[in-house]
């Protein structure tokens, strides 16, 4: 009975000992590392059934080993001081290496260091006073940015940030003024930008083009009130607006030789004067103001003069509480800011 025990153990030693052995190895938890551009070591642990495991970093010299155990190895990482990402494939192989070995990989991946921000665009763009679109290339290391108008919030136009750059719609300029905004644009955003660049866009002035304006013709007065620059005349043959006044002599016609310029409020103002037949030309500029224009005798004399007013603000009428209506300014006034001399005008605006 013992020899039977005995030739039934033996042969089952045999058996076991003929079974082919199976290496195994595999990574314990993750098979994918990130790390940071300053990180200092990796450990990976490892699952396996041999007593012996090797490995290769498939020649990244940025990991080098610190220490080895059974069931784990500790890389050293050497900073990124790059801003570009780099990658590893580390391999294992249990029992070692050749072709009847177990096979584990992990990927490591190291991000580069961020850069310091930057962006910039053109410094000025022009467009003409029709408006539409305008593209602005804009160069960053960021991936993304924003912008805001800093400058000319008066007529802001519509603008996009896009992937490539930033779209502006800009409307039609419809006024004889050239118009300015800024714009900025912030890496990455406006609340963490450390880094900006301006742009300014400037838009042409309106193109407007005035008939010449007769300012007699619903009646002749003292005062003409004018509204943009350009060429008027008037009949300068009729004192005032030619009503006869109770307790005075009929007004005669006038029968001027010439006109001239008695004063202007700003230099400028009035770029040419001239009579003929009767009537005085005159052409404006772009300056806001009052002028005083005489008709002259033959000899240069003053015979007559008519107020020409130009305000920098539209004229409108003010009801009071008696129901009488104001103008909106003094008569002869540049504009209606009470703090601003220019507001005073001629103070004549009960007797005229």
Not at 47 to 56: F, L, R, V
Not at 101 to 119: C, F, L
Not at 243 to 253: D, E, I, M, R, Y
Request: with cysteine.
């Amino acid at each position: 009975m013992n020899r039977i025990v005995l030739l039934f153990t033996s042969v089952l030693l045999l058996a076991l000992s003929c079974q082919k052995f199976e290496p195994v190895i595999s990574i314990d938890g993750r098979s994918e590392y990130k790390l940071s551009p300053s990180s200092t070591m990796l450990i990976v642990k490892l699952n396996t059934n041999c007593d012996t495991w090797e490995y290769d970093c498939g020649g990244a010299d940025w990991l080098t080993e610190l220490k080895r155990e059974s069931n784990s190895l500790s890389l050293s990482v050497a900073d990124n001081t790059t801003t570009e990402t780099r990658t590893a494939s580390i391999t294992f192989y249990a029992p070692a290496k050749g072709a009847s070995a177990a096979v584990a990989v992990v990927s490591v991946e190291q991000a580069g260091e961020t850069p310091e921000p930057s962006i910039t665009v053109e410094s000025a763009y022009e467009v003409p006073a029709a408006g539409g679109t305008l593209d602005i290339p804009v160069s960053t290391n960021q991936g993304s940015w924003e912008a805001e108008i800093v400058e000319g919030e008066a007529w802001c136009p519509e603008f996009a940030v896009r992937p490539e750059g930033i779209s502006v719609t800009i409307a039609v300029n419809e006024v004889e003024e050239p118009r300015t905004i800024r714009l900025r644009v912030f890496a990455p955003s406006k609340a963490s930008a450390t880094v900006y660049s301006d742009v300014v866009i400037r838009q042409a002035a309106a193109v407007i083009v005035y008939e010449p304006e007769n300012l007699s013709a619903e009646g002749s007065s003292n005062c003409y009130l004018v509204s943009h620059r350009g060429v008027y005349y008037f009949d300068a043959t009729v004192r005032g607006n030619g009503a006869t006044t109770k307790g005075l002599a009929s007004p005669s016609k006038l029968e001027p030789a010439g006109a001239k310029l008695v004063w202007q409020s700003a230099k400028g103002m009035v770029k040419s004067l001239s009579y003929a037949d009767g009537v005085i030309t005159f052409e404006l500029s772009k300056t806001n103001g009052s002028a005083v224009i005489a008709a002259t005798s033959a000899d240069g004399t003053v015979i007559w003069s008519w107020h020409i007013w130009f305000p920098a603000v539209e004229v409108e009428g003010l009801r009071c509480e008696t129901g009488d209506v104001m103008m909106n300014l003094n008569l002869g006034a540049r504009d209606n800011e009470h703090s601003n001399i220019s507001s005073h005008g001629m103070m004549y605006q009960w007797g005229r």
